[in-house]
C-alpha cells in the first residue's frame, strides 16, 4: 500500500499524523501539491510538486495510484475517482469514503456547488478540524494500516 495525500489543503496536524504513522509502519507515502511543503527527511516519505493548475495534483494522483492504495483528501469527486481504480480514500476528518455512499456525496457536493454558483448563499465551510476528528482520522488511518500489514503477513505464509 502507498499512501497518497492531497496536500494542497490538507492541515498541518493531519501531516504530522500521516509522517509519524509512514515512519512508524515504513509505509511510503507520498504529499502532491503545486507549492513546496516541507517534509521530515525518511526513505518513507516523499514529496511530489506538480504545475499550478485546476486539479493538476488530482490528476496526478488518480494516474498514480493503485488497487489498495490509500488517498488522503476532503475532495469528493477525487476521492470517487480514486474509489472507482480500487484505492481506499479517506478525509481528513476520519471519513472513510465508501462505495456504497460517494456517488450520493458527489451529487451533493454538485448541487451545492450549483447553488452556489447560482448566488444562492449557502453557509460556510466546514467547521475547523477539532481533536475529535484528529482522533478519528488517527484512527481510521490506523486500522487500514494494520489492515495492510494483515494481508501482507498472510501472503508471505
Known sequence: ????????????????????AAVRTECPTTLVANHVIRVPS???????????????ADNEIVRRVSPGDLVVTADIPLAAEVIAKGA????????LYQTSTIQQKLAMRDFMESMRSSGVEVGGGPPPLNQKDR??????????LAAHRKRMASSED
Open 135 to 144: 482522533q478519528a482520522f488517527a484512527n481510521h488511518l490506523d486500522r487500514l
Open 42 to 56: 525518511s526513505p518513507w516519505l516523499h514529496f511530489l510538486q506538480v504545475a499550478k493548475g485546476f486539479d493538476v
Open 88 to 95: 481506499h480514500a479517506l478525509n481528513p476528518r476520519g471519513e
Open 1 to 20: 500500500m502507498h499512501i497518497w495525500v492531497d496536500a494542497d489543503a490538507c492541515p498541518a496536524v493531519i501531516k504530522e499524523i500521516l509522517f509519524k
